[in-house]
């Protein structure tokens, strides 16, 4: 079964930054993207950035966290990795990990995102 756990959300300084790891679990997860997505208090989910499986590793970012976050993964570990910089209060979220249904970035739509981890808070505050 497939699984992937969120971890490394907490509670960070404005301007600190924060490395947020998924571990993916029970079929491979090299052929598929993998996207970031976070919701706010009182906010609807949003995307914040996506990367493609395959050999690519394309990656794209919401406008609000553009030039701050930076999403990589190692297939080889089966981990995908959101590090944040800057971090800002409205950055302040739940953090979610899921993986697509095909191997591209096409966009936010969670209905382009299968499978879903359990969410990990990061709270930005002084």
């Known amino acids: 079964q497939l699984q992937l756990v969120e971890s490394g959300g907490g509670l960070v300084q404005p301007g600190g930054s924060r490395r947020l790891s998924c571990a993916v679990s029970?079929?491979?997860?090299?052929?598929?993207?993998i996207g970031w997505f976070r919701q706010g208090p009182g906010k609807e989910r949003e995307g914040v950035s996506c990367?493609?499986?395959?050999?690519?590793?394309?990656?794209n970012y919401a406008d609000s966290v553009k030039g701050r976050f930076t999403i990589s993964r190692d297939n080889a570990k089966k981990m995908v990795y959101l590090q944040m910089n800057n971090l800002k209060p409205e950055d302040t979220a739940v953090y979610y990990c899921?993986?697509?249904?095909?191997?591209?970035?096409?966009?936010?739509?969670?209905?382009?995102?299968?499978?879903w981890g359990q969410g990990t808070q990061v709270t930005v505050s002084s």
């Open positions: 899921a993986r697509g249904w095909s191997v591209y970035c096409s966009g936010y739509d969670t209905q382009q995102f299968g499978y």
């Open positions: 029970g079929v491979t997860m090299d052929f598929y993207a």
């Open positions: 990367i493609s499986g395959g050999s690519g590793g394309r990656s």
